[in-house]
Nanobody, 114 residues
Framework: QVQLVESGGGLVQAGGSLRLSCTAS????????MDWYRQAPGKRRELVAT???????IYADFAKGRFTISRDDAKNTVYLQMNSLNAEDTGVYYC????????WGQGTQVTVSS
C-alpha cells in the first residue's frame, strides 16, 4: 500500500530554519506530483507548495521567497526547506500525493516560538 512518512519537524525560534522530509513507498514516485500542506490550530489545511514530476514548482504566496520544495527521485523523497520562520508558520505539515485519490502522511509538527 501507499505510505508517506514525514520527518524533520520540531521547535525552532523565529527566524530559524527547518528541513522537512517525506519518503514515499508503494507508488511510482517519479510520475507523481508531491505536495506539502499545513494546518494551523483552528484553521483549515492549506497548500504550501507543489513539485511536479517535471520538477516544476508552485508556492503559496506566504511561502514564496522563504520555502523551497525539492525532490530526490532516487530516494523517493520530497523535501521542504523552510527559512525565516515565524509564529504563523506553526502547525502540522503534511505530505500528499495521488492521482485518482489522495494519499496523506501522518504529519510532522512545526512549532515556531516568537
Amino acid at each position: 500500500q501507499v505510505q508517506l512518512v514525514e520527518s524533520g519537524g520540531g521547535l525552532v525560534q523565529a527566524g530559524g530554519s527547518l528541513r522537512l522530509s517525506c519518503t514515499a513507498s508503494g507508488i511510482i514516485f517519479t510520475v507523481n506530483a508531491m505536495d506539502w500542506y499545513r494546518q494551523a490550530p483552528g484553521k483549515r489545511r492549506e497548500l504550501v507548495a507543489t513539485i511536479r514530476s517535471t520538477h516544476d514548482t508552485i508556492y503559496a504566496d506566504f511561502a514564496k521567497g522563504r520555502f523551497t520544495i525539492s525532490r530526490d527521485d532516487a530516494k523517493n523523497t520530497v523535501y521542504l526547506q523552510m527559512n525565516s520562520l515565524n509564529a504563523e508558520d506553526t502547525g502540522v505539515y503534511y505530505c500528499r500525493t495521488g492521482r485518482s485519490r489522495d494519499y496523506w502522511g501522518q504529519g510532522t509538527q512545526v512549532t515556531v516560538s516568537s
